[in-house]
Nanobody
Framework: QVQLVESGGGLVQPGGSLRLSCVASGSIFKIAAMAWYRQAPGKQRELVAA???????NYAGSVKGRFAISRDNAKNTVYLQMNSLKPEDTAVYYC?????????WGQGTQVTVSS
């Protein structure tokens, strides 16, 4: 079994920054990809950023230039550095990982951008 645990969410003012972390633990042989998704109230879940084992990175257009995803393979950890935050970034952020042949989700961490 694999568990994903997110941390780093909270309340921040517009223009501020937050850094999210997600640690994968359990029975892991290989993590092929890790990603961050988010879901705001009343809206559909969307992909924010993803990074695969080969180093390829994808970002949602709304966060390009502001967010940066990175991965520490030795620690089975993925990060999301969020800068220049906007109120529309407010959402629950979920960690996602493709571990071996399965896909796992974290419980989510709340990010609120408000003055």
């Amino acid at each position: 079994q694999v568990q994903l645990v997110e941390s780093g969410g909270g309340l921040v003012q517009p223009g501020g920054s937050l850094r999210l972390s997600c640690v994968a633990s359990g029975s892991i042989f290989k993590i092929a990809a890790m990603a961050w998704y988010r879901q705001a109230p009343g809206k559909q879940r969307e992909l924010v950023a993803a990074i695969i084992s080969g180093g390829s990175i994808n970002y949602a257009g709304s966060v390009k230039g502001r967010f940066a995803i990175s991965r520490d393979n030795a620690k089975n950890t993925v990060y999301l550095q969020m800068n220049s935050l906007k109120p529309e970034d407010t959402a629950v952020y979920y960690c996602n990982a493709h571990v071996d042949t399965r896909t796992y989700w974290g419980q989510g961490t709340q990010v609120t951008v408000s003055s």
